[in-house]
């Protein structure tokens, strides 16, 4: 088992950033690509973003692109999601979630065998 806890979630402005932090337990850290999904009322839960095992490789969905930046520190056991120039569209409950380096990239939730209990981010216009 692994256990993800996120934080760094707060009520920012438009135009602001926020550092989110995910912290893992469990397991040996490095054995797992980390992503980062999150889910706005009433919709989906969709991909943000994704970085493989030593931090070489990440996949950022286009709509954040340019803005979030993904980056893990293996020997804190920790994920982060650096969020800036924040949108009000980009209100949501922020999940990080991980998947054996045995499988290759994911994008979708299904993907991920282990979630964090999300943390929530509010972009005020």
């Known amino acids: 088992q692994v256990q993800l806890v996120e934080s760094g979630g707060g009520l920012v402005q438009a135009g602001g950033s926020l550092r989110l932090s995910c912290a893992a337990s469990?397991?040996?850290?490095?054995?797992?690509?980390m992503g980062w999904f999150r889910q706005a009322p009433g919709k989906e839960r969709e991909f943000v973003a994704q970085?493989?095992?030593?931090?070489?490789?990440?996949i950022v969905a286009d709509s954040v692109k340019g803005r979030f930046t993904i980056s893990r520190d293996n020997a804190k056991n920790t994920v982060y999601l650096q969020m800036n120039s924040l949108k009000p569209e980009d209100t949501a409950v922020y999940y990080c979630?991980?998947?054996?380096?045995?499988?290759?990239?994911?994008?979708?939730?299904?993907?991920?065998?282990?979630w964090g209990q999300g943390t929530q981010v509010t972009v005020s216009s």
């Open positions: 469990g397991r040996t850290f490095s054995n797992y690509r």
């Open positions: 970085i493989n095992w030593n931090g070489i490789t990440t």
């Open positions: 979630a991980a998947r054996s380096n045995s499988k290759v990239a994911a994008t979708t939730p299904g993907g991920y065998d282990y």
